[in-house]
């Protein structure tokens, strides 16, 4: 079982940076990812990363802008995200790669303004 809370979302303008945190407890030796779901959209993934914290695997549409890293003394995921669009907009999740259905808490949003 794991549990998972985002933070870190919040307004900003095109082309600015953010950075949100995923705080996990119980069993985090496994490989995780972040999600977002925009506005009448299904929820997509964005990038994921081994239990390591290496080979980062990440969705075309953020490659290159944005960079996920992990620190296991913290049990925290980040996603630092940069050069941010208005098509970022969305409420941004953690959960394990591949997702398990229990483990969605409450997101993190992310409004870009343009």
């Known amino acids: 079982q794991v549990q998972l809370v985002e933070s870190g979302g919040g307004l900003v303008q095109a082309g600015g940076s953010l950075r949100l945190s995923c705080a996990a407890s119980g069993r985090t030796s496994v490989n995780m990812a972040w999600y977002r779901q925009a506005p009448g959209k299904e929820r997509e993934f964005v990038v994921a990363i081994n239990w390591s914290g290496s080979r980062p695997r990440y969705a075309d549409s953020v490659k290159g802008r944005f960079t996920i890293s992990r620190m296991h003394a913290a049990n925290t995921m980040y996603l630092q995200m940069n050069s941010l669009k208005a098509e970022d907009t969305a409420v941004y999740y953690c959960?394990?790669?591949?997702?398990?259905?229990?483990?969605w808490g409450q997101g993190t949003q992310v409004t870009v303004s343009s």
């Open positions: 959960n394990v790669d591949p997702p398990v259905s229990s483990y």
